[in-house]
């Protein structure tokens, strides 16, 4: 049993890990700024913007309404154009 064990734990995928040189003052303070903001590590900030910048994330793999859902804003406007609809052309059914 213990051999099994160890073949699956060696089997697995880690995750990669990358070192990057070069970050300017400038990128260097603002990331910082974005992630206090956001009350998260500087390394958490920078796995999400990867990810979504490779298209990785949940955001990039949705591509239906659900950005819509709960946003309805009444609007009377739009009811009173939209009630046309809801009138039945009844020569239109025979």
Do not use: P
């Amino acid at each position: 049993m213990k051999a099994r064990r160890h073949y699956f734990a060696c089997t697995m995928k880690k995750a990669s890990q990358y070192t990057i040189r070069g970050v300017s003052a400038r990128t260097d303070g603002m990331l910082r700024e974005m992630a206090g903001e956001r009350g998260v590590s500087l390394n958490t900030l920078a796995l999400s913007l990867l990810d979504a910048a490779a298209g990785a994330d949940d955001a990039a793999r949705h591509h239906d309404l659900d950005a819509l859902a709960g946003a309805w804003v009444a609007d009377a406007a739009c009811d009173q154009a939209l009630r046309a609809f809801d009138r039945i052309e009844r020569g239109l059914w025979k």
